[in-house]
């Protein structure tokens, strides 16, 4: 049996992703300011509405969740949350994980700092998998064909 995106999947693990970024960046506060050697004043007075951050974010994390519901179901007959939670470490570890890593060598940033920056899309994106995997649509047209 096929499967297609759920889009109404994409957009609630899109919502999830975004509440674990809030969770994860609120618990590490005090790291990650340190890391990117800034103070929460500082950062508040280079953006005092941070209203278009959130929404680009949100935008992102609908683009990130998209992307990876359609390589889920691209490479699984029937995806299940297991082969959801697979194909988004693969896309992390291949794609985000090392794309960081090369960046702060040069920009001369902490392990800590990529770990807390790394960390939120390797957590979130397996949420995600698992959302997606686990909520596809069945082919309709394969489903009728298939009870006749």
């Known amino acids: 049996m096929n499967a297609k995106v759920n889009w109404t999947a994409v ?25 990117v050697g800034k103070t929460e004043a500082q950062i508040r007075a280079e953006r005092p ?16 969740a998209s992307v990876l519901a359609q390589v889920i179901v691209a490479t699984a007959a029937k995806p299940t949350a ?7 470490f ?3 570890a291949g794609f985000i994980a090392t794309t960081l890593m090369m960046n702060y060598q040069f920009e001369v940033r902490t ?5 807390i920056n ?4 390797l957590v979130g ?8 995997g686990a909520w596809t649509k ?10 006749v």
């Open 11 to 35: 957009v609630v693990a899109a919502i999830v992703y975004f509440v674990i970024g809030a969770v994860w960046y609120i618990t590490l506060t005090d790291p990650w300011l340190a890391g």
């Open 118 to 121: 790394a960390g939120y899309p």
């Open 90 to 92: 693969i896309a992390w």
């Open 138 to 147: 069945k082919d309709t047209a394969l489903v009728k064909t298939a009870s």
């Open 82 to 88: 297991f082969h959801g939670i697979r194909v988004a």
């Open 111 to 115: 392990f800590t700092l990529w770990a």
């Open 125 to 132: 994106m397996l949420v995600m998998g698992a959302i997606l």
């Open 49 to 64: 509405d941070p209203t278009m951050a959130f929404l680009i974010t949100f935008l992102c994390n609908l683009i990130l």
